[in-house]
């Protein structure tokens, strides 16, 4: 069995019991299925290679920010996936997970320096450029270093695609990406320097695209501006056609993949350039739970609360974007429902999972599972109220790994230091 399953009325990761999970690892916990993460990178890759000519297909980078665990890198790795990264950290973490630069693809917006360096230096594809500032500034570096950088522009399409105003990126208004008049106007830029090489565009509109049908509309948009490029000289050889797929956290419509494939195979193909593509939650999203335990149960006589020992430090996304996570009990589903409000033992009242969820009654010490945390979860967490991170745990099949061990309470003041002068 893959994913989390029900097994003698216990929630399983692939295999695996939660309950033998938190007894070996406690809570809160985050739990991975590598086999979901394997399934969706061949269903992917799958649909890409039914649609589009054997070498032609699409060179497919894993946007880490989703999930950064190395372990999960590494797994991603040996499937044969790309990797996007947005970071010097980053960069430093897909090396180590056994990436080579061929493999590695910089979008940042705003690269500083040493990230610049050290993306020339692991000679890595190529870097996403989104200012004429940025530019210069990696012409710059890569004359000090004597390398010439290949790098791409992002197009903004001014294309709405839905989904939470705080992860649109493909608006007008949005700081993301450059007009169509100013890539041609970058271009010309790039053609007068000598340590950049302009290879070709990039776009993304939007991370949990609800308007899937956007992204037709978004690929007209490259490909008229390949066109308009093309007709003034310029040679555009790459095509990075983003990410943002979205996943089901309660009934969002999926995408079709092979209707995608087929935009893909329709509209970009024909441009006779590499193709790129950069997904991150679709890879994970579905893969991972935040495991945790129910304090208490706290009635106020005007709400019943779980209080669970997972915060809004462990799992911000439903305080920062109202997201929506699907929560669960591990054991005891027969018993009657009951109508709670899941919150953590953070001291903000945003420290809140879910309202009015109807759930078997849950009772003290219950185990509670919050679905869909894989992508953008741990990578988000912080130590707000001086909490340690939660560990990760990898299960595959029979098998479970301890991917980041628990931060102890020397971690979290590692660095930290009493001024003299105070003492
Ligand atoms: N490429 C670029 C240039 C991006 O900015 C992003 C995400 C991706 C690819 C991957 O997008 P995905 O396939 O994962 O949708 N923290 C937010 C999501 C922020 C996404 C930022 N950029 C959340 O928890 O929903």
């Given at each position: ?42 269903a992917l890759?799958d649909a890409m290679a039914k649609a589009l ?159 899937v ?41 999926l995408m079709d993949l092979t209707e995608y494939a087929n935009w893909v195979r ?158």
């Amino acid at each position: 069995m893959t994913g989390f399953t029900l097994k003698n009325g216990i929630l399983h990761a692939d295999n695996v019991s939660l309950i033998d999970i938190a007894r070996e690892y406690g809570t809160p916990s985050y739990v991975y299925s590598a086999s979901v993460i394997r399934g969706q990178y061949n269903a992917l890759k799958d649909a890409m290679a039914k649609a589009l000519p054997a070498d032609r297909q699409p060179l497919l980078c894993y946007a880490c920010k989703a999930n950064t665990n190395i372990a999960i890198l590494k797994l991603l790795q040996t499937l044969g996936s790309g990797l996007e990264i947005v970071s010097e950290g980053e960069l430093r973490k897909g090396l180590t997970a056994g990436f080579t630069g061929e493999q590695i693809i910089s979008t940042s917006i705003g690269k500083v320096g040493p990230e610049i360096k050290a993306c020339l230096e692991a000679e890595i594809h190529q870097l996403n450029i989104e200012s004429v500032p940025e530019l210069y500034h990696v012409n710059d570096v890569a004359g000090e270093m004597g390398k010439k950088a290949k790098v791409v522009f992002r197009l903004n399409p001014n294309v709405h695609a839905g989904g939470h105003h705080k992860i649109s990126t493909g608006r007008k208004r949005d700081k993301f990406g450059l007009s169509a008049r100013r890539i041609m106007e970058i271009y010309k830029i790039a053609d007068d320097l000598d340590h950049v090489e302009p290879v070709g565009l990039s776009m993304h509109i939007g991370s949990q695209v609800s308007k899937v049908e956007a992204f037709k509309p978004a690929f007209e948009i490259l490909s008229s501006m390949v066109q308009e490029l093309r007709a003034e000289g310029h040679s555009v050889d790459r095509l990075d056609i983003g990410g943002g797929f979205p996943i089901r956290y309660q009934d969002e419509k999926l995408m079709d993949l092979t209707e995608y494939a087929n935009w893909v195979r329709d509209i970009v193909l024909p441009l006779d350039t590499e193709i790129q593509m950069e997904p991150g939650r679709y890879m994970v999203g579905n893969s991972g739970v935040l495991l945790s335990e129910n304090i208490y149960t706290k009635q106020t006589g005007e709400r019943d609360f779980l209080v669970l020992d997972a915060g809004m430090n462990d799992l911000i996304r439903p305080t920062l974007y109202e997201a929506y996570h699907n929560i669960t009990p591990v054991t005891h589903f027969d018993r009657p429902q009951h109508d709670y409000d899941v919150v953590g033992p953070i001291c903000e009242s945003g420290d809140t999972f879910g309202e009015s969820r109807t759930l078997p009654e849950v009772h003290d010490g219950d185990l509670i599972a919050i679905h869909s945390a894989g992508a953008y979860g741990f990578s988000m967490a912080s130590n707000y109220n001086s909490r340690p991170l939660p560990p990760e745990i990898m299960v595959d099949g029979d098998k479970v790994s301890i991917i980041r061990q628990r931060q102890g309470f020397s971690d979290i003041m590692k660095g930290e230091n009493i001024p003299d002068w105070l003492k």
